[in-house]
């Protein structure tokens, strides 16, 4: 069992950045494969970025690539996404996930564990 609880979510400029946190409990995060979604209001859930458990593969939605980063700490069980040149299009609740895997799947079935998401507001 994984426990998940994201941070750093809020109301940001478009053009301006943010570090979403997901805080890891419960089980060997450094086994885990782990992911962030999104969810737009009438929107289904998508994916956004994907690390394995040992960081050698990285994945991005083309949407989010060049501007968003996924990292992780095993020493600290955390994971990571900084966004950077925020637009309105990045509204979301961003969701962390983690793969028992310890790939890095990009698809939503996969993950075994979910936060319970951080609301993330670009205004224009």
Known sequence: QVQLVESGGGLVQAGG?????????????????MGWFRQAPGKE??????????????YY????KGRFTISRDNAKNTVYLQMNSLKPDDTAVYYCAASSSGSAPITR??????GQGTQVTVSS
């Open 17 to 33: 950045s943010l570090r979403l946190s997901c805080a890891a409990s419960g089980s060997t995060f450094s086994s885990y494969g």
């Open 45 to 58: 859930r998508e994916f956004v970025a994907t690390i394995s458990r040992s960081a050698g593969w990285i």
């Open 61 to 64: 939605a083309d949407s989010v």
């Open 109 to 114: 079935s996969l993950y075994d564990y979910w």
